[in-house]
């Protein structure tokens, strides 16, 4: 049901072009995956991804479990029915949610305690419950249980998490249930090498079908995170796929493959359209500022996607400026449309430059990309 296969690599570089083959359809790599937090890829309806090029997306483990909740989710017919995108998916574990939530719960050696943000109920996640949760979701990727810590971090507070993440690991793979899904492992350690190395080399042994890399952009510099990225992935098989978690701007995503990472997910093309910030070919742009009033120009003069080929840089500032309160629900829609369409362009012309050999000279342009 699975297999991935690397197909193009480049001389000037450790950036490779793969496919990975799962039960709901086959995935180009490097590849950014839209994420649906709660199912849903915010404002973005599935024949949209698909027509834009997406070919997987992303879920979240803790928000299904609040709501819908994991059992509802199984009796529609899993993640895939009940959402209505019928391509891969992948959801993470819950891990990051013990970091983003720190002020909610309570972390023990086995399990984290949460205080639900929706109503203070509590709930408690470990590697077994987040992995039956996974299972009963149905998403092809499934994530072991991790922690997840705010850098920089003191060294003794890096090896609990380390060691737990370790442990955790293996808990999350022993209570896995489903030969359709495949599990990867996370690596923590922050940008020290040393912890990178010892908990890479410890997931290895456990021989995950795939890994991803945890625990960057949360706080360290763009260089820290990239150096970390290519080290950890230099550490990880290189016939099995490699995940940057929670990653990031287009500069980001070009350096880190560069590294040789194959796959990313970011909220960021969805949150920066909510809130009317543009990703072009010449950087970000910021509709509400008063400069584009009156530009009758698309948001980018090179994109085909929906929103550049029928709406002006005018009409969308109008969107977000008609009512202090509110933009009208179309600004965020379009705005967020042209991002993820603007990441499936990078992600298809970094392939490309790859099968090309011409990765660096493509790279260079986004060394100042802001």
Aim: include cysteine.
């Amino acid at each position: 049901m699975f297999k991935y296969t690397v197909t193009d690599t480049c001389d000037d570089s450790a950036g490779r072009c793969g496919l990975l083959e799962t039960p709901h359809g086959p995935v180009e790599t490097p590849v950014f995956m839209p994420v649906g937090t709660r199912g849903s890829v915010k404002g973005i309806l599935p024949c949209q991804l698909e027509e834009m090029g997406a070919r997987i997306v992303l879920a979240n483990t803790y928000h299904m479990l609040l709501r819908p909740g994991p059992d509802v989710v199984e009796k529609l017919g899993g993640l895939h029915n009940f959402t209505g995108w019928h391509g891969p998916m992948l959801t993470d574990s819950g891990g990051f949610q013990v970091f983003s939530l720190s002020s909610l719960n309570r972390i023990g050696e086995d399990e984290v305690e949460f205080a639900s943000h929706i109503d203070g109920s509590k709930i408690r996640l470990s590697p077994q419950i987040a992995t039956e949760i996974q299972n009963k979701l149905g998403a092809d990727i499934i994530m072991a249980f991790d922690e997840c810590v705010e850098l920089p971090c003191p060294p003794e507070r890096m090896e609990q998490v380390v060691g737990r993440t370790i442990r955790w690991a293996r808990q999350s793979l022993e209570s896995h249930k489903r030969t359709d899904q495949l599990m990867f492992g996370i690596v923590q350690g922050g940008t020290d090498e040393g912890f990178r190395q010892h908990c890479s080399e410890e997931l290895v042994k456990m021989n995950f079908p795939g890994y991803a890399i945890g625990g960057l952009s949360v706080g360290e510099s763009h260089e820290e995170m990239i150096k970390t990225a290519a080290f950890t992935a230099n550490l990880l098989p290189a016939d099995k796929p490699r995940y940057l978690m929670g990653v990031g701007t287009p500069k980001d995503l070009v350096a880190a493959i560069g590294g040789g990472v194959d796959m990313f997910d970011c909220v960021m093309p969805t949150r920066n359209g909510r809130h009317g910030v543009a990703f072009t070919r010449n950087g970000a742009i910021r509709l509400r500022n008063a400069q584009f009033k009156l530009d009758i120009g698309p948001l980018d003069d090179h994109c085909d996607c929906y929103t550049c080929r029928n709406f002006s840089r005018g009409y969308l500032r109008h969107l977000f400026t008609v009512d202090k309160r509110m933009p009208e629900m179309a600004g965020p829609i379009l705005v967020s449309l042209h991002n993820l369409s603007f990441y499936q362009w990078v992600m298809r012309e970094t392939r490309r430059a790859i099968r090309e050999n011409n990765f660096a000279s493509w790279a260079r342009q986004w060394t100042d990309y802001t």
